[in-house]
């Protein structure tokens, strides 16, 4: 590695001293970025969270292949395809990146013939975007993804999806937050009632689902001036998606209010999809994940946070969407765009040091000429499973060795010295009291570990 990296540092001096050529820059790709150790550990911490509670609910996990035929992703993300990363012809297949993980899954259930499974993928997805590195938008990044795909009675797996992210949430402690909810079919029949085109549907949802990033102003304008969508359709739309308060949020039944009384008779397609959103209301409340309406949103968003906005912390945005697959086959997506930016990273991780490895104990030595003795007792604790290191060197001061766990964190200091080999012990270091105790070699396996387990 030492010598790839003197060569291109070589190439760089060499290109970089001519005038009018080329100059070799060491970068990473735009949109994209390296992770240090310590980033590392933030992400692990959060997808441990993740899994943990995608397993509680009995998820499975699956894996895909980081690009697709192109044709199995065309077509399936309306004006977003456009962002869809495709590759030269390889062997005689036009492939593309995956832009996210459900298409990727819908292709998954259709070849093998699947009809019911919960699952959940964790992996990088690839989106030919405008970066926005500041605020954590990168062309790679993972999203986590929970399915549930069958036949089911009406609202039971989009509750337990709610109830999901709500676990995740509370899990990581990121502060309080309140889940705002929007069903789609109530988004349509807003849209019916505002006078929108059948054609338009797709165009005008796309226009709406920015609200949180732009003005009612500039969303009307692109309605009406690209789109061409009538002004007394964009603000009858207007009426209804401004209907929320200070957190985009609004009750099933200040919504019923306002919607025309045909709209909500027995027999309309209204009232259907108002018992959908009652039902759904419902059984948020005996699973306690409390949530609001938001009917200017196209897919739910994950989450609208009160004062603080833990996601954006940690540069994640999220959906619940439903898709049909197959006829009546349903699949139920929770998908969270994990993006973590190191400008934010110090904040989540503020509170505490964070660790890079876990490793449970240093092999150390007191006295010179002891490489061996330390590589003989290491050994052993690998054998039996024991996270250990030991410094490279022949030898180290003890100083130096002790100063290295306080750096990196790790919590205890097997030391061999001459007298403790005579009296077949090993001296046990606790690093955060420096209290030391002898341990009969035989027994010291037992002792980190009860020493090291959590509660």
Not at 2 to 17: D, F, I, S, T
Not at 316 to 329: D, E, H, I, W
Not at 407 to 420: F, H, K, R, S
Request: glycine share 6%.
């Amino acid at each position: 590695i030492a010598k790839e990296v003197a060569k291109l540092l070589e190439m760089k001096a060499q290109l970089g001293g001519d005038e009018g050529k080329h100059k070799f820059v060491l970068k990473t790709p735009k949109g994209t970025r390296d992770y240090s150790p310590k980033q590392m550990a933030i992400r692990e911490r959060v997808f441990n969270a993740i899994i943990t509670c995608f397993k509680r609910h009995g998820a499975e996990v699956i894996d895909t292949p980081v690009f697709e035929l192109k044709e199995t992703l065309t077509g399936k993300y309306g004006e977003d395809s456009k962002l869809i990363y495709d590759l030269k012809d390889q062997g005689g297949e036009l492939l593309s990146l995956r832009y996210d993980l459900t298409v990727p899954f819908a292709r998954y259930l259709a070849m093998n013939k699947i009809t019911n499974i919960k699952r959940y993928h964790i992996a990088k997805v690839y989106r030919r975007d405008n970066p926005a590195m500041t605020r954590g938008r990168y062309r790679e990044f993972y999203q986590c993804d929970f399915d549930i795909a069958g036949q089911f009675d009406p609202m039971i797996p989009d509750a337990e999806c709610l109830k999901i992210v709500h676990e995740i949430l509370s899990d990581l402690q990121l502060g309080d937050f309140l889940i705002k909810v929007n069903d789609r079919r109530i988004l349509d029949g807003m849209f019916a009632v505002c006078g929108v085109p059948d054609s338009k549907f797709r165009t005008i949802c796309s226009s709406v689902d920015k609200l949180d990033k732009m003005p009612w102003e500039e969303v009307r304008s692109e309605m009406v001036g690209e789109k061409g969508l009538s002004p007394e359709a964009a603000d009858h739309i207007g009426e209804y998606v401004q209907l929320h308060g200070e957190h985009c949020g609004v009750e099933p039944v200040a919504l019923i209010q306002h919607l025309p009384r045909e709209q909500v008779a027995p027999d309309s397609a209204g009232a259907s999809q108002l018992a959908a959103v009652y039902l759904t209301h419902s059984y948020q409340l005996s699973c306690r994940a409390g949530h609001c309406l938001c009917p200017a949103s196209a897919r739910l968003a994950v989450p609208e946070l009160l004062g603080a906005d833990p996601w954006e912390a940690l540069g994640c945005g999220g959906t619940v969407s439903r898709q049909k697959l197959a006829g009546k086959l349903l699949i139920l997506s929770i998908s969270s765009n994990l993006r973590i930016p190191a400008a934010q990273e110090g904040d989540y991780a503020s509170e505490e040091k964070i660790r890079t490895t876990e490793t449970q104990v240093l092999v150390a030595s007191a006295q010179k000429k002891l490489l061996e003795e330390r590589l003989k007792l290491i050994s052993e604790l690998w054998d039996a499973g024991i996270k250990a290191e030991v410094l490279y060197k022949k030898n180290p001061k003890l100083l130096n060795q002790l100063q290295y766990c306080e750096d990196t964190g790790i919590p205890l200091v097997a030391i061999v010295g001459e007298q403790e080999l005579k009296d077949g012990v090993v001296k046990l270091r606790v690093v955060a009291t420096r209290e030391e105790v002898n341990v009969r070699r035989e027994s010291l396996v037992e002792e980190i570990r009860m020493r090291t387990s959590r509660p």
